[in-house]
């Protein structure tokens, strides 16, 4: 359901809540390499997240990328606007521009309790939540 861009937007921020406390900056190479993205790509997206204030940035030798409190307190929806847009959230499972209640695709009942569901998850879960997974051990963000 969401793209690859959104998937490793995601990865990469809940990597650098686990760093938040350090007080470093993290470079496109350590950062694509721990949550296994290519560097070009991951380079991209964090230009766009940055340029939306999700993240900041500090340019030069020892510049890199971090994120403060108020970032990490960031819920999962609003990375995934900014970076897929709200289609994930109301498209049609099968892609048609015009299913609807009146007019449902084949899949239209069963795909709208899985899109309300996955709707629901990501306006509840913030960033920082999911670093505290990830530092206790009970997740990844690399393969």
């Known amino acids: 359901m969401l793209s690859n861009a959104c ?25 694509s390499a721990e949550i ?4 070009p790509f991951t380079a ?3 230009q766009s997240l940055s340029k939306q204030e999700i993240v900041s940035s500090v340019k030069g030798p020892n ?7 108020k970032q990490a307190a960031v819920r999962l929806i609003e990375i995934v606007k900014a970076i ?14 015009n ?3 009146t007019h449902p695709c084949p899949i239209h009942s069963e ?15 913030t960033i920082q939540e999911l670093a505290i997974e990830l530092m206790a ?3 990844k963000v690399k393969n």
């Open 7 to 31: 998937k490793y937007a995601i990865r990469a921020l809940i990597y650098l809540a686990t760093r938040m406390n350090d007080g470093v900056k993290v470079s496109i190479r350590e950062l």
């Open 36 to 39: 296994d993205s290519p560097e």
């Open 44 to 46: 991209k997206i964090m």
């Open 63 to 69: 510049g890199g990328f971090y994120i403060d409190e």
């Open 84 to 97: 897929d847009g709200t289609q994930v959230l109301t498209g049609c499972g099968l892609g048609l521009k």
């Open 99 to 101: 299913c609807s209640e």
């Open 111 to 125: 795909f709208s309790a899985i899109r309300d569901g996955f709707s629901h998850l990501l306006n509840e879960k």
């Open 137 to 139: 051990g009970h997740s």
